[in-house]
């Protein structure tokens, strides 16, 4: 099975600056997809950004932007301008190109943001 | 985007009771969903793949007779935690999937067994 690592359990960024999420995984696959989510106290799971792994490009959506290094298999998350409604679990997940299969999740990291 | 709907949001039971939670996709048909059991400061555990029309594939070490799953259509998979006990009362979350690539999810369901 795939697995994904989130090495930092926790991290803080002051309002208005930028910080940086890291999320490696283990596959023997070439086509797969990558994406982060957040989690706020209400539990919600939302989509924050996703990477299809046969595209070069990084993906950005407004403050939020990828790092995506297939060879190291890494996939960073970064949150520019941060702002504190940004503060919730982050997770990262693995699934790959299979009709219906699962995804694999990541720890989480729980981001606080400093007014 | 993408909504899905659970409900209820919270349920509280007596033990031995069961407790039926519904998943709905509200803008999209979904084949596929997903239901997630979350322990407090953790990440989301698989319990079972849900397909329409068919048997849901169960995770190992989750019983398929406790947790029932139903996917009766391609808005609705519902999930009943039968003979319910303490030790189940958890954060559940479902999701649907979206273009056989993305997943999206339910507000989750928190469910309480005295």
């Known amino acids: 099975a795939q697995t994904v690592t989130q090495s930092q359990p926790e991290m803080s960024v002051q309002e208005a600056e930028t910080v940086t999420l890291s999320c490696t995984y283990d596959t023997s696959e070439s086509d797969y997809y990558l994406f982060w989510y957040k989690q706020p106290p209400s539990r919600q799971m939302i989509l924050v950004i996703r990477?299809?792994?046969?595209?070069?490009q990084n993906a950005t959506e407004n403050r939020f932007s990828v790092n995506f290094q297939k060879a190291a298999k890494s996939f960073s998350l970064k949150i520019s301008d941060s702002q504190l409604g940004d503060a919730a679990m982050y997770f990262c997940?693995?699934?790959?190109?299979?009709?219906?299969?699962?995804?694999?999740f990541g720890t989480g990291t729980s981001l606080t943001v400093i007014p | 985007g993408a909504v899905v709907s659970q409900h209820p949001s919270r349920v509280i039971c007596k033990s031995g009771t069961s407790v039926k939670i519904e998943c709905r996709s509200l803008d999209f048909q979904a084949t596929t969903m997903f239901w997630y059991r979350q322990f407090p400061k953790q990440s989301l555990m698989l319990m079972a793949t849900s397909n329409e029309g068919s048997k849901a594939t169960y995770e190992q070490g989750v019983e398929k007779d406790k947790f029932l799953i139903n996917h009766a259509s391609l808005t609705l998979s519902t999930l009943t935690v039968t003979s319910a006990h303490p030790e189940d009362s958890s954060f559940y979350i479902c999701s649907a999937e979206l273009g056989a690539e993305t997943q999206y999810f339910g507000p989750g369901t928190r469910l309480l067994v005295l």
């Open positions: 997940a693995y699934r790959t190109s299979n009709t219906g299969n699962q995804f694999y």
């Open positions: 990477q299809e792994a046969y595209k070069q």
